[in-house]
DNA sequence: CGTTGAGTTGACTCCTATCAAGAAATGTGG
DNA sequence: CCACATTTCTTGATAGGAGTCAACTCAACG
């Protein structure tokens, strides 16, 4: 039993590795043949290049992706011709729920730097729940995390100021990083000030100013598009109105 | 066949009254055994005053809740005091998918008028899917709606004025209320104008002005809280730019 | 009929978008 | 490898939209 249950980590591991989504089932002690079969209907496509496309608004929905490693961004297409950015989803996140309603994708998502996506043909994890006790339940939980976040983020869109607004975006990012074992004090931001700006809604020179006035303040060290946060109490603090969508923010994938 | 059928027909109008949930399946073909199943799952409690809570942040998580008559505000506290509205939930709509992920409510619930909800044990219904083929589809169908009527208004709260906030979400108002059989031009707002600045990120004041403004353009009569739309074409027009959001934010349930 | 809460309206201020110009980095082709 | 083009970022000046503060009106209710 006890030499199993290695065996069984192991092999969560390594699917860990290979895709985010066992992650989810972590918690509920599957066996070994549970992973196996969440492995089997998992496709590993090659990388995709910087600007690379996931998927595109309109296209039918047969799959939900999980970013293993690089940074995926998810917007949508205004009528003008801008587009407008709904999400940056970092490795272990997972990309495409959106799809699910009307059978096809409703924004798309695009690669800001070469990243690599696990696909899971959601008609086949649908099948697996009658086979794997709990993988449903997980699905639920994932998708009403989902919706969770998105809260938080309308909460911090609809009250907050441009300061805060980027203080919970860094943080959200740090606490992401620091979840999948990177540091979450230190890292490279893969979008532009464009695209932070589209997604907390704010012109690209106003995030510019925010980066340079932290970087007084002694809160950051910016260069470029590397982020080094030295004081992370001041950045918690500009935050203390709005801890509320912080924390559905920050919450583990 | 026919007649039962017809039989069917009727249980899923009964149903249909009763909660709304069973309005998910009808695309589905459900047959009179399976709306039995789904029935008798469901609470029926008795309504609730205005003010009456259906949850509060912090409760366990057992059901989901449909609106049958009258409005639901969810909103979360601050750590001010001051609360923030996350939603109102017409007749027909489900509140509480929040809840799932942590197996406790994320906020507060309460009826903005005498509001009848049907009780959803999430654990039955969970169970249901085995035996209800395509339950469990609709049920994640339901989230993913979930998740892109929040990026719409995120879109919306991110990019858009105050009065595209306000034109979007009459318009939305509207045809959910068209949806459910009522009027699309005539309604009573059944929350304050301090409730729809919460929701829309607006102060209150900026609300009134902008419903007098919208009277004296002629798009709207306003009194109190009654609500015609004289000019619905304008009304769009406000939003000629945000469509992607005003789509999202529509679309029936 | 006074009290209370909701709504309206005005005056003022401030935050942030916009416009504009320049600097830095990145990429390209000769 | 260098000159040029292009994109991204930074910084400044300006203007406008919406928040805040405050006073007033109106409706509801005991």
New binding site residues.
């Given amino acids: 039993m006890p030499k199993n249950k290695v065996v069984s980590l192991n092999k969560l591991k390594v699917a860990c590795k290979n895709c985010g989504l066992a992650k989810l089932c972590l918690p509920l002690g599957l066996d070994s043949g549970d992973i196996d079969q969440l492995d089997a209907i998992v496709q590993r496509n090659r990388p995709l290049h910087r600007g690379g496309h996931v998927f595109q608004t309109g296209d039918k929905f047969r799959s939900l992706y999980v970013v293993k490693t690089g940074t995926i961004k998810t917007y949508t297409q205004c009528p003008n011709g801008s587009e407008q950015v709904v999400g940056f989803h970092l490795p272990g996140e997972v990309v495409g729920l959106d799809g699910i309603e009307c059978d096809k994708h409703l924004c798309s998502a695009k690669a800001l730097e070469t990243t690599a996506v696990c696909e899971v043909p959601f008609g086949r994890l649908e099948e697996l729940t009658s086979s794997i006790p709990g993988l449903q339940h997980q699905l639920f939980r994932l998708m009403s995390r989902e919706i969770t976040k998105e809260t938080g983020l309308m909460v911090l869109l609809g009250k907050s100021?441009?300061?805060e607004r980027l203080a919970a975006f860094l943080l959200s990012l740090s606490v992401r990083f620091h979840n999948r074992g990177f540091s979450p004090v230190e890292f490279n931001l893969s979008m532009?000030?464009?695209e932070i700006?589209s997604y907390l809604?704010?012109?690209?020179?106003?995030?510019?100013?925010l980066?340079?006035h932290f970087q007084e303040e002694s809160i950051l060290l910016?260069d470029?598009?590397h982020i080094k946060i030295l004081d992370m109490d001041q950045l918690y603090n500009l935050l203390s109105n709005q801890t509320t969508c912080l924390d559905r923010l920050q919450a583990p994938n």
Avoid: H, I, M
């Fill in positions: 100021t441009a300061e532009s000030r464009q700006g809604g704010l012109a690209l020179e106003t995030v510019s100013r980066f340079t910016v470029r598009k």
